[in-house]
């Protein structure tokens, strides 16, 4: 359970600034980073709405860190949010190419936490025998 919850704490404490670097201040952020330019409003608020999306799962991430009953749902819904980003990652190199170094190496993060969480839940099967 103390891996689970430390691997919860740091998918939390990663993920937090990525998500106030997509929403809180996009079309400064993603021009500076990316070269992409966010400036209509409906732009900023699909970054925002993304943000939120984050922030809400680190909050229930962060609910498994504190709460035992909530540790194995936030781990898999952990698994579920890295695969399904690596996922449409994989999806946009395949279709669109190969995209700024940066999202490359978040892809790989994200196949590696889903990794990780898979690990994580055999570990927690193997505390309840």
Not at 14 to 43: C, D, H, Q, S
Request: aromatic share 12%; net charge positive; glycine share 10%.
């Amino acid at each position: 359970m103390k891996f689970a919850k430390i691997f919860l704490m740091i998918a939390c404490v990663g993920l937090v600034p990525i998500a106030l670097g997509y929403g809180l201040m996009p079309a400064k952020t993603m021009k500076m980073m990316f070269g992409l330019e966010v400036e209509a409003p409906n732009g900023v608020h699909i970054f925002r709405a993304v943000m939120g999306l984050y922030l809400a799962l680190v909050c229930f991430w962060f609910m498994g860190v504190k709460n035992k009953k909530f540790t194995r749902p936030a781990v898999y819904s952990l698994i579920v949010f890295m695969f399904g980003l690596a996922a449409g990652r994989l999806l946009s190199i395949l279709v669109d190419g190969i995209p700024h170094w940066l999202l490359s190496l978040y892809m790989i993060l994200e196949i590696g936490f889903g990794l990780v969480g898979l690990q994580v839940l055999k570990a927690l099967d193997k505390e309840e025998e």
